[in-house]
């Protein structure tokens, strides 16, 4: 078997060299794809506890009720007022809901939120839609500005023909607002990604 010549050596380096360049961009590129690709995955199937956006709703409203209760919390780096205008709502499943939301910024600075959410019971999700929601857009505050957020929601009344979901009567909508572009919103991402159905945990 004859010797590698500093030519082929030198080739097999540049090889080398070019998987780990290609692999380093992967990883980069999967890093910064993190939030669209985690939020079309949960809006499509309800993973994890998320709920599913919708366009419009197309069902009609059944006698069966449930309770809707609203969970509100800020990351300790976002110097926000964030909370839900009502605790909770009661209504049918078919029908629509509305929740204003009320954002305050409560400093003299501009800054920029992402909200990260899901419900309780995390196998609830799948049933639980959004017409309308500000869930994952970056919100901008001016100092001391405050805003309302509406959310339009249903509960789609495939419910109630699911066993495991016959002792359901009330599903928590949790929201957390973190910093925009902040390794505390990457990390709370991650972790609404790995966490597992049977936990029955929301972000905090």
């Known amino acids: ?10 080739a097999k380096n540049r090889r080398v060299m070019t998987a780990t360049l290609l692999f380093v961009a992967v990883m980069i590129g999967v890093a910064f794809a993190s939030v669209p690709l985690y939020r079309m995955i ?13 366009e419009t709703n197309p069902n009609k409203p059944i006698e069966r009720m449930i309770t ?4 509100s919390n800020v990351s300790r780096d976002l110097p926000w007022e964030f909370k839900p205008e009502a605790r909770e709502v009661r209504l049918n499943i078919g029908a ?3 929740v204003s939301f009320l954002a305050k910024n409560k400093t003299g600075k501009p800054l920029t ?4 959410y899901n419900v309780t019971p995390l196998k609830a999700g799948k049933y639980f839609n959004k017409t309308q929601c500000f869930c994952f857009g970056e919100q901008v505050l001016e100092p001391g500005q405050s805003v309302h957020m509406p ?3 249903f509960v789609d009344p495939a419910i109630v023909n699911d066993p495991e979901m016959k002792d359901i009567d009330t599903i928590t909508l949790s929201y957390t607002f ?9 990390e709370a991402i991650e972790k609404f990604t790995t966490e597992q159905p049977a936990s029955g945990a929301s972000p905090s």
């Open 151 to 153: 959310v339009v929601f």
């Open 68 to 71: 809707v209760r609203f969970d």
């Open 178 to 186: 973190f910093k925009a572009q902040t390794p505390e919103l990457e």
């Open 113 to 116: 939120g992402t909200a990260v």
């Open 42 to 54: 949960c809006q499509v199937t309800g993973w994890g506890g998320t709920t599913q956006m919708v």
């Open 1 to 10: 078997m004859s010797a590698k010549t500093p030519a082929d050596m030198a």
């Open 96 to 98: 629509d809901g509305l």
